[in-house]
């Protein structure tokens, strides 16, 4: 049998040298690489964060699971370019804001939170809407609304949220998306959100607005009318 020559040994004890490294250092090939969930921060630019389980449930129905493969955002009503958005789409899309809000329910508990997400108002510049609407509604998986005007939204930085605290909201706390109405009692803070009607019926009443709890909802004013 003939003997290999000192160089072609040398070649082939580099190639499995360099095999060896590969595997050691950059690991085995995969398949695909699974992204783990965020951890909740609790203390944000000096404030201190409630935790994202600081809740009392008080939904209609109870936690609604969303099938995000299947999910759409409309904005429907007065608007000239009514348009429908995938989830990745409104994140993706529209540039995202971060901002501590303290959200105050009714029942006399509140809780301090990180939330992050989109300006309302750069949604609706997108679909733009018509010279008489005057009233934005907004709708909920599992029937839930509550309106404000379309002042409200223009003329301030009110975001509806896809994450709380750094990680993506539980579908116990409105995935994919959550209003952050600030300034407003925690009933006009809906979750679930699946629709934003633009509207010219100033008078719309939501579910418990329909129920005697006031329109505006104001922090600063009894939530009963």
Same mark, same amino acid.
């Given at each position: 049998?003939r003997?290999m020559?000192?160089p072609?040994?040398?070649?082939i004890?580099?190639?499995v040298?360099a095999?060896?490294i590969?595997i050691?250092?950059?690991?085995?090939?995969?398949?695909?690489?699974?992204?783990?969930?965020g951890v909740?921060?609790r203390?944000?630019?000096?404030?201190n964060?409630s935790?994202i389980n600081?809740?009392?449930e008080?939904s209609i129905?109870?936690?609604?699971?969303?099938?995000?493969e299947?999910y759409?955002?409309?904005?429907t009503?007065?608007a000239e370019?009514?348009?429908?958005?995938?989830?990745?789409?409104?994140?993706d899309d529209f540039?995202?804001?971060? +901002?501590v809000?303290?959200?105050n329910?009714?029942e006399?508990?509140a809780? !301090?939170?990180?939330? #992050? $997400?989109?300006?309302?108002r750069d949604?609706?510049?997108?679909?733009t809407p018509m010279p008489?609407?005057n009233t934005?509604?907004f709708?909920a998986?599992?029937?839930?609304?509550?309106s404000?005007?379309?002042?409200y939204v223009?003329?301030?930085d009110?975001?509806?949220?896809?994450?709380?605290n750094?990680?993506?909201?539980?579908?116990?706390?409105?995935?994919?998306f959550?209003l952050?109405?600030?300034?407003?009692w925690?009933? +006009?803070?809906?979750?679930?959100?699946t629709q934003?009607e633009?509207?010219d !019926?100033?008078d719309? #009443? $939501?579910?418990w607005?329909s129920r005697g709890y006031?329109?505006e909802?104001?922090l600063?004013k009894?939530f009963?009318?």
């Amino acid at each position: 049998m003939r003997k290999m020559s000192i160089p072609g040994l040398i070649i082939i004890a580099l190639i499995v040298a360099a095999f060896l490294i590969g595997i050691f250092v950059f690991g085995p090939e995969s398949n695909n690489v699974e992204e783990l969930e965020g951890v909740e921060v609790r203390e944000y630019e000096g404030q201190n964060l409630s935790s994202i389980n600081d809740f009392r449930e008080n939904s209609i129905k109870g936690p609604q699971y969303v099938d995000i493969e299947d999910y759409q955002l409309q904005v429907t009503g007065l608007a000239e370019k009514p348009a429908n958005f995938t989830y990745d789409e409104v994140i993706d899309d529209f540039d995202n804001y971060k +901002k501590v809000v303290r959200l105050n329910c009714v029942e006399g508990w509140a809780v !301090n939170i990180l939330w #992050e $997400g989109i300006l309302v108002r750069d949604i609706l510049e997108k679909v733009t809407p018509m010279p008489e609407a005057n009233t934005i509604i907004f709708h909920a998986y599992d029937g839930y609304t509550t309106s404000f005007s379309l002042d409200y939204v223009l003329n301030n930085d009110i975001i509806i949220a896809h994450k709380m605290n750094d990680v993506a909201l539980p579908p116990e706390r409105g995935f994919p998306f959550q209003l952050v109405a600030e300034s407003k009692w925690g009933y +006009k803070w809906i979750k679930w959100i699946t629709q934003i009607e633009l509207s010219d !019926n100033a008078d719309y #009443e $939501g579910y418990w607005e329909s129920r005697g709890y006031s329109n505006e909802g104001n922090l600063n004013k009894s939530f009963f009318d």
